[in-house]
Every structure is written in structure tokens, then in C-alpha cells.
């Protein structure tokens, strides 16, 4: 029996690393059983990333076994109902600390948007956020789904997140299967980027593989809110590794490629300012 171990994964390149080597790994099985222990630690929120692969590699008519899950993190991944999808009960979730892993449809966009406003945008944790700006955020976010929905060709959007109270954060995290930000931009205009070059061309304002439409994938205004707040934006697709904070940009190529296409948003829970758009500053003091 071979066995994989995926170990102390968090939101980091070697973590996304981790997860690209396992769906290496397993790639070409077929009628098989894929063992896999989890243990050390485990970022709830990447339970996103993980669904998918794993998703991947059941198309070969494989089977999905955890051989092991070290208790605590077990826990929490019964508590965010990611378990429940591989026979495991739900775990009550006393805290309130985690947002729920999602497995959807491309056709179901306005669900996605009901989660992210509901299990998201009206977490107490965050900082003030004006409704405005809380609906334009919405709409960034859900155009993210709709960008895997229409370009990447995937069969099911993964999501989830979690509130980690002692770091003082909230990640949250959508992930794909489709073809990828790279396959997608150089079939499209006929470059030869790599995957860090397709995406950093992805997220800048206006740029889109869209045809006869303007704009991004609706990340401007949360790079934005990102520096502001001091939390941070990532993004994995195939073997480009791309992060951006208040601190700048990092870019990263992997030895192995992630199925898909990852989208990891950091927010700052210690952050006691007010944010609302610039069209609402002084509205009531108009005559």
C-alpha cells in the first residue's frame, strides 16, 4: 500500500506544493485506492484546494481513503462538513469559527452569492464594511466563480473558509479544475505566457479573455480592501504561485502543477477602521 501524507498544510507555496505532488502522484492511477493520512496541522480553508484534487483523481474510477487524520484536525474538518462528503458525521461547530466547504455547480451563481454574503461578508469579525462596499465585494468575489464558471471549463467550484481568532484572520477560498489561467490566455490571444506571466495579466484591471466584454476577473476592488486592510490575495494556477499584500507582490514556480486554479483571500480581523466607497463619503451633507 503506498501511502501519501500531507503534512502541517497551510497557506503556504509548499502547502499548495504538497497538494499539486499528491495529485501528481496519483495521476495516472486507475481502479485504485488512494491512501492518504493528514497530520501536524491542516488550514481548514484549504480544504478547498484539497476537495478538488481529490475530485481529480476519483475521475479514474479511484477510491478515496484516509488511512489516517490526526484528531484535531479531523475536528474541524468534520465541523466545516468537508468529512461529511467521505462518510464521516458532522461535527457541531460551538465556536462559529468556520465557513462551511462548498462543493457547486457552475450554474450556481446566485447560491455562491447568498454564501459568500451570509457566511462571509456579515461575519462579526470583520471590520466595518459600508453595505455598498459589502455588495461591490460581493460582486468581485462572485465574478471570481463566474470566471471559473465560464473560461476554466471545470465541473465543480470548491469553497471554503475559516476564522482563525488567535491570528487574528479569515481566509476564504475558491478553487477550480478547469485548464487554468495559463491554457486559457495563450489559447485565446496566442501568447506564450508562463503560468505566473497569465496570472498576473489575469488580475489587472480591464484585462479579460471575455469576448466583446471589458473588465478583469473583478479583483481591482479587493486588491484594494487587501492593502488597506493589511490581509493579502493568492493565487495558484498550474505551476505559478502569485501573492499580493500591502507588502507587494511574490511570485513563485512550482516543481509540480496544481490541477486547477486556487484563489486564497486574507482578511485582517484586528482591524478597528470603517470602509465604505468613495461615492458615499459626505453623502448626507449634500443639499
Known amino acids: 500500500m503506498e501511502l501519501s501524507t500531507l503534512s502541517s498544510i497551510r497557506n503556504t507555496t509548499t502547502s499548495y506544493q504538497q497538494l499539486a505532488s499528491l495529485y501528481k502522484q496519483h495521476s495516472d492511477d486507475l481502479f485504485d485506492n488512494v491512501h492518504i493520512e493528514i497530520k501536524g496541522w491542516f488550514s481548514a480553508n484549504m480544504a478547498s484546494a484539497l476537495g478538488a484534487v481529490l475530485d481529480k483523481l476519483t475521475e479514474g474510477l479511484n477510491s478515496i481513503v484516509f488511512t489516517h487524520i490526526d484528531s484535531g484536525i479531523q475536528q474541524i474538518l468534520r465541523k466545516n462538513d468537508f468529512l461529511t462528503y467521505y462518510g464521516y458525521s458532522r461535527a457541531v461547530d460551538n465556536h462559529s469559527t468556520t465557513i462551511r466547504y462548498m462543493k457547486l455547480k457552475p450554474t450556481d451563481g446566485k447560491f455562491f452569492s447568498q454564501y ?3 457566511e462571509l461578508l456579515n461575519r462579526s469579525e470583520l471590520p466595518k464594511i459600508s453595505a455598498a462596499l459589502k455588495e461591490k465585494m460581493t460582486e468581485a468575489i462572485y465574478e471570481i466563480f463566474v470566471n471559473a464558471q465560464i473560461h476554466s471549463k471545470t465541473s465543480y467550484i470548491y469553497t471554503c473558509g475559516q476564522f482563525y481568532p488567535s491570528k487574528n484572520r479569515i481566509e476564504f ?3 477550480d479544475t478547469g485548464i487554468g489561467f495559463k491554457t486559457k490566455i495563450n489559447e485565446r490571444f496566442g501568447k506564450n505566457l508562463s503560468a505566473v506571466q497569465a496570472i498576473k495579466w ?3 484591471d480591464r484585462n479579460t479573455t471575455k469576448i466583446g466584454v471589458t473588465g478583469g476577473i473583478g479583483l481591482p476592488i479587493l486588491r484594494e480592501f487587501i ?3 493589511k490581509g493579502l490575495m493568492q493565487i495558484v494556477s498550474d505551476d505559478g504561485f502569485y501573492e499580493y499584500s500591502h507588502l507587494g507582490e511574490k511570485e513563485y ?3 509540480a502543477k496544481f ?4 484563489v486564497n483571500l486574507q482578511f485582517c480581523t484586528d482591524d478597528h477602521a470603517s470602509y465604505l466607497l468613495a461615492s458615499e ?5 449634500i443639499f
Open 259 to 262: 490541477p486547477g486554479t486556487v
Open 173 to 175: 477560498t475558491i478553487t
Open 253 to 255: 514556480t512550482m516543481s
Open 116 to 118: 459568500v454574503t451570509t
Open 227 to 229: 492593502v488597506r486592510n
Open 281 to 285: 463619503v459626505n453623502v448626507n451633507n
Open 202 to 204: 489575469a488580475v489587472q
